[in-house]
């Protein structure tokens, strides 16, 4: 029997894993920084998104930790102390895929449930 399928469907989730990843990260490291008693969290996040956007730093990508060098190193210049910036980067970035991951299970829920609950073209039955 016929299906649904979507070609390339790991290319089509990457964008939005990207973003939900990025999101995930300002929020952790936030949330790290916080829970460290690290004073000017907006601005240390400020300075963190305008260097991005800059294209000065890049922000490391879910599983793919060749750019968190630069992060830290970003961090401990604004904090100055390269020990702190080290931690609270590496424990932002745990909690960042861990989040990352949930959200994918959910969406990637939804899209089957939507999938599986389409009407077909004959009749409109729903599998």
């Given at each position: 029997?016929g299906g649904?399928?979507?070609?390339?469907?790991?290319?089509?989730?990457?964008?939005?894993?990207?973003?939900?990843?990025?999101?995930?990260?300002?929020?952790?490291?936030?949330?790290?920084?916080?829970?460290?008693?690290?004073?000017?969290?907006?601005?240390?996040?400020?300075?963190?998104?305008?260097?991005?956007?800059?294209?000065?730093?890049?922000?490391?990508?879910?599983?793919?930790?060749?750019?968190?060098?630069?992060?830290?190193?970003?961090?401990?210049?604004?904090?100055?102390?390269?020990?702190v910036?080290?931690?609270?980067?590496?424990?932002?970035?745990?909690?960042?895929?861990?989040?990352?991951?949930?959200?994918?299970?959910?969406?990637?829920?939804?899209?089957?449930?939507?999938?599986?609950?389409?009407?077909?073209?004959?009749?409109?039955?729903?599998?």
């Amino acid at each position: 029997m016929g299906g649904q399928s979507i070609q390339d469907f790991d290319r089509a989730m990457a964008v939005g894993i990207r973003r939900t990843f990025r999101k995930e990260m300002i929020g952790a490291l936030r949330e790290v920084l916080d829970y460290n008693d690290i004073e000017n969290i907006d601005d240390i996040i400020d300075s963190i998104e305008q260097a991005e956007k800059e294209d000065e730093l890049k922000i490391p990508t879910y599983l793919n930790i060749s750019r968190i060098e630069d992060l830290i190193l970003h961090l401990t210049a604004l904090l100055k102390d390269s020990i702190v910036a080290e931690k609270c980067v590496n424990k932002a970035y745990k909690i960042a895929c861990k989040r990352t991951e949930k959200q994918t299970y959910q969406a990637m829920e939804a899209v089957i449930f939507n999938l599986n609950s389409m009407a077909s073209r004959a009749g409109s039955q729903v599998k």
